[in-house]
């Protein structure tokens, strides 16, 4: 099985991520223009919708982290599932960087950083479950 403190953690990691993807998709859904203003620097312009599209993406996210906060225990595969979730976006948002015309420094740092940082979490996420799946000797 795993430690208390990882099992902890465990909570604290997914609830985290729940609140950092409702700003994400809030943000991105309902406020646009404040999303491109601390984001680029730049005004909302996005005729085909495809930045509210990707807040649609992290309400999902919103969805299934939050179920997982309660069913994760019991049935463990959510670690999984959670930690492919957060993977699905390890080349989309440098490919972003690489392709947006104009950055603040913010908004530069903060989606340079999540590639890793969901590779990490994923990573752990996949760890927690063998460990938790071998105590029980499967």
Wanted: proline content about 4%.
């Amino acid at each position: 099985m795993i430690s208390p403190k990882v099992r902890i953690f465990i909570y604290i990691l997914l609830a985290v991520l729940v609140f950092w993807d409702i700003g994400l998709s809030v943000s991105t859904m309902f406020f646009p223009d404040f999303f491109f203003k601390i984001a680029h620097g730049a005004p909302y312009i996005d005729p085909q919708g495809l930045i509210k599209r990707t807040g649609a993406v992290w309400a999902a996210f919103v969805l299934l982290q939050t179920i997982a906060i309660f069913r994760w225990e019991k049935a463990t595969w959510w670690l999984v599932l959670i930690a492919g979730v957060r993977m699905t976006e390890l080349f989309s948002d440098w490919v972003y960087i690489c392709v947006a015309e104009s950055w603040t420094t913010i908004g530069r740092v903060t989606v340079f950083t999540q590639p890793p940082m969901n590779l990490a979490i994923g990573l752990f996420l996949i760890w927690a479950y063998k460990k938790i799946m071998k105590s029980r000797g499967c």
